[in-house]
């Protein structure tokens, strides 16, 4: 079955996507959506903190970052997932002045699959303990052909993954940048078992360490390449 898509004329400069359900707000798509849908967002700027609670897909229609752009200012977490397996694509999310939350916080996400995304804060990277991505309690884990540039988060890094109890993790982080960030740029914790894999990896002028594995048992092997 093909999932329904849902676009969205707010903010849209080019028109809105044809043959698919329209929404006044980014919101109300997602809250008319239902599991295994996908929220496009037509290309311009969206003001809006979101809350996720099903399993979809959330991306840009146009397939490009650059035109469409999550810069909700200083409402604390920009995006926040919490059903059991959510994909966001093709988006820009721009910080201003996050504070402990987080630009996308999955909480207990058993599988977390982000790619195509820019991630930025804009406040010269001042802010504290706020992570660009922040997954708790994933099984899987996959961040594909991402930026992250001058995160604020000196304590948390600029991904950060927590396993919580759970055993294992697949952890998969793929042509991505990170540039100027203030702490680690992978910080991993409560790690006991699985794969991180790291491979076509740019890291400039970060503050902190590239990866930081807190809990690996003895004999853990990592795999990267940059």
Not at 16 to 38: K, N, Y
Not at 138 to 151: L, M, Q
């Amino acid at each position: 079955l093909r999932p329904r898509r849902l676009g969205l004329r707010q903010h849209a400069r080019r028109g809105r996507p044809p043959g698919r359900s329209r929404a006044p707000t980014i919101q109300d798509a997602i809250d008319a959506a239902v599991d295994g849908d996908e929220v496009d967002v037509c290309p311009g700027t969206g003001a809006e903190a979101l809350s996720i609670p099903t399993d979809l897909v959330l991306a840009s229609w146009s397939g490009s970052a650059a035109d469409t752009v999550l810069q909700p200012g200083c409402s604390g977490t920009m995006v926040y997932a919490s059903g059991s397996s959510f994909e966001m694509r093709d988006l820009s999310l721009v910080d201003d002045c996050a504070g402990e939350d987080g630009d996308l916080v999955a909480f207990w996400v058993p599988e977390v699959t982000v790619s195509g995304c820019t991630f930025t804060t804009s406040d010269g990277g001042l802010t504290w303990n706020a992570p660009s991505v922040s997954v708790e309690g994933a099984r899987k884990v996959s961040i594909e052909d991402c930026s992250f540039t001058s995160d604020g988060s000196e304590d948390q890094g600029a991904v950060y993954v927590s396993i919580v109890s759970l055993d294992t993790l697949s952890l998969a982080v793929e042509g991505c940048a990170f540039e100027d960030n203030l702490g680690d740029t992978l910080h991993v914790v409560s790690f006991e078992g699985g794969t991180i894999r790291g491979q076509d990896l740019v890291f400039r002028g970060n503050g902190g360490s590239a990866l930081n594995v807190q809990g690996a048992p003895e004999g853990t092997v990592y795999e990267a390449s940059l």
